[in-house]
């Protein structure tokens, strides 16, 4: 595996936003977004890279908390490179700000953003703070720092933002989607058992996160759940579809049984992800269209790390494995053609200060990225006690 270059900001512990948003600039240009955070002072920014490396700007400092680790801000390029969105504010009050990079002006938003879509706007997303309410991030279900409370089920759910003008619609709730669900007397039953345990108004933690695009913004994917949760409720894990308008909506996938990082195929009609099919003990590598028909295993890959097919070989896929490998898969031949390993973990976790939460300075998901043209792949990795980015040559298979 021929590692290009490793990008990093002297002295800040840096990480790109996630492996369903390529962090390149969509003109060619060589750019590149990151968030990078000072740990003495837990305080992070955005920074624009240069093909060459350097910091061509940087923005946005905030306070990181534990989301910070896993996703940096959800920094994203608009389609023409003229804006970055990105979030701002808090888990408890978040907001999104646009900035156009050529003036600095800025709008900001009170909402949640996980990445803009590749359209640009309007940006859409569920609620990131109602993943870490019930436990996401912390271990811990705390309810009391949900942006809005689990039982109001017709006040959260697919948030739509606009700039021009500003504006904030719920075009999804999550009310809606239970009543539209095929299952869904099987899940009020749960919530009214659940409801009488916990002697609250519902039972079930459910809510919309994890909105992915496919690559031409036609249609998104929707996780439905009570995600993480940490309290005793059964795992409810279901992934929706529409169209960009939110007609058309599809259940793709039931994960009751197992599975897990569900994204878009390449050619914008398929999901593939990991999934475990009954009488299975693993979690492997699946495939199946936006609308729930032809699921099937693609290849013997598991470990439930983050594949992505690539979008120039839909034969090639990259993943990694929670013990810091990278692997690159030939899903014809069903085999590893490369493998590497990159620390994933703190060079020296145990002389640091305990944290609480499960999202920390002491380790990074990797989130593998393909180039938007697929010739290389970027993800993080650690350099002693900070983390990087590493961009590595997409290999030929064998």
């Known amino acids: ?201 519902t039972g079930l933690s459910l809510m919309c996160y994890c909105i992915r695009w496919n690559r031409d913004g036609s249609r998104m994917m929707i996780h439905f759940g009570n995600h993480c949760v940490a309290r005793k409720e059964p795992k409810v894990l279901y992934i929706f579809t529409c169209k960009r308008d939110f007609s058309d909506l599809k259940l793709a996938l039931n994960l009751e049984n197992g599975g897990v990082h569900w994204s878009w195929h390449p050619d914008c009609e398929h999901l593939v992800g990991y999934a475990r099919q009954p009488g299975e003990d693993q979690t492997y590598f699946c495939m199946v269209r936006y609308d729930g028909t032809g699921f099937r295993r693609v290849c013997d890959a598991f470990g439930g790390g983050h594949p992505s097919v690539a979008p120039h070989d839909y034969s090639l896929m990259v993943t990694d494995m929670p013990d810091g490998k990278i692997e690159f898969w030939d899903l014809d031949k069903n085999k590893i053609t490369d493998c590497r390993f990159f620390p994933n973990m703190q060079a020296s976790p145990f002389e640091k200060p305990r944290y609480g939460s499960l999202r920390n300075q002491t380790r990074v998901c990797h989130h593998p990225v393909f180039s938007q043209d697929g010739s290389r792949v970027l993800f993080n990795a650690f350099d002693g006690d900070l983390s990087e980015l590493v961009e590595v040559e997409t290999p030929g298979r064998i």
Not at 59 to 77: I, K, L
């Open 1 to 201: 595996m021929n590692v290009i270059r490793r990008i990093s900001v002297p002295g800040r512990w840096c990480i790109h936003s996630y492996y369903t948003l390529p962090p390149y600039a969509p003109d060619g240009s060589g750019r590149l977004l990151l968030s990078g955070v000072d740990l003495s002072t837990k305080r992070g920014k955005i920074y624009v890279i240069g093909a060459d490396g350097s910091v061509e700007d940087e923005f946005g400092e905030n306070s990181v908390e534990s989301n910070f680790y896993h996703t940096g801000f959800w920094q994203t390029w608009s389609p023409d490179c003229r804006y970055v969105y990105f979030q701002s504010g808090s888990l408890t009050e978040p907001e999104i700000t646009r900035r156009e990079l050529a003036t600095g002006h800025e709008i900001t938003l009170s909402g949640d953003a996980e990445g803009a879509p590749p359209h640009g706007e309007p940006v859409v997303s569920g609620l990131l703070g109602m993943l870490y309410a019930a436990g996401y991030g912390y271990g811990v279900y705390n309810p009391a720092i949900a942006p809005v409370p689990f039982e109001d089920r017709t006040r959260h759910g697919v948030f739509e933002y606009t700039f021009d003008p500003a504006g904030e619609h719920l075009r999804l709730s999550v009310q809606q989607i239970l009543d539209a669900h095929p299952d869904r007397e099987k899940l009020l039953a749960e919530d009214r058992r659940l409801a009488k345990v916990y002697g609250t108004p």
